[in-house]
T-cell receptor, first 113, second 109 residues
Framework: GEEVAQTPKHLVRGEGQKAKLYCAPI?????VFWYQQVLKNEFKFLIS????????ETGMPKERFSAKCLPNSPCSLEIQATKLEDSAVYFC???????????FGPGTRLTVT | RKEVEQDPGPFNVPEGATVAFNCTYS??????FFWYRQDCRKEPKLLMS???SGNEDGRFTAQLNRASQYISLLIRDSKLSDSATYLC??????????FGRGTSLIVHP
């Protein structure tokens, strides 16, 4: 597609529940990035993929967060045992090459209650 | 010191005004620089890449000053529709993009 698609738009989970977010990058883009945006516009880089391979995961809280980009499937970001502080908007972006010209999806708003 | 710093504003300007934002970065190895625009908690949209020689796109001009480690964005003849948050993004050799907190611009009639 010509746009990055993210589903669901909104997700509400109780503390301790699992949350799974999906991202379909623009066709032909090799790189996928996940970001977490909390209040006051602070963007936090989580992880990036080059095709199905992890490119950089230094931003991932690995104990509860995991992500995949498998061939012919949307990429996914999964949070096990959500915590209140996981409440944020999670943006996915894709790029034709490394960090240049990232195109963002509309985001998934996760609310943990 | 934060890696990428921006004045949060808000910058409150009348239509037609010229406004400039700066963004400073701490990593001298940074290689790629961008300005994004984000409207009202929507997704960021790429406004401009910033090249060493500076670049212009209509009413928008972006410049890079490597010696002083900052990039700037100049908006001429501001329109009401320019009201948004402008995000500075810097990427270094590690290719991890770092976002500034954004500068809020409000253009009023």
């Amino acid at each position: 597609g010509e746009e990055v698609a993210q589903t669901p738009k909104h997700l509400v989970r109780g503390e301790g529940q699992k949350a799974k977010l999906y991202c379909a990058p623009i066709k032909g883009h090799s790189y996928v990035f996940w970001y977490q945006q909390v209040l006051k516009n602070e963007f936090k880089f989580l992880i990036s993929f080059q095709n199905e391979n992890v490119f950089d995961e230094t931003g991932m809280p690995k104990e509860r967060f995991s992500a995949k980009c498998l061939p012919n499937s949307p990429c996914s970001l999964e949070i096990q045992a959500t915590k209140l502080e996981d409440s944020a908007v999670y943006f996915c972006a894709s790029s034709p090459r490394d960090v240049f010209e990232q195109y963002f999806g509309p985001g998934t708003r996760l609310t943990v209650t | 010191r934060k890696e990428v710093e921006q004045d949060p504003g808000p910058f409150n300007v009348p239509e037609g005004a010229t406004v400039a934002f700066n963004c400073t970065y701490s990593n001298s190895a940074s290689q790629s620089f961008f300005w994004y625009r984000q409207d009202c908690r929507k997704e960021p949209k790429l406004l401009m890449s910033v090249y060493s020689s500076g670049n212009e796109d209509g009413r928008f001009t972006a410049q890079l000053n490597r010696a002083s480690q900052y990039i700037s964005l100049l908006i001429r003849d501001s329109k009401l529709s320019d009201s948004a948050t402008y995000l500075c993004v810097v990427a270094g050799g590690s290719y991890i993009p770092t976002f500034g907190r954004g500068t809020s611009l409000i253009v009023h009639p």
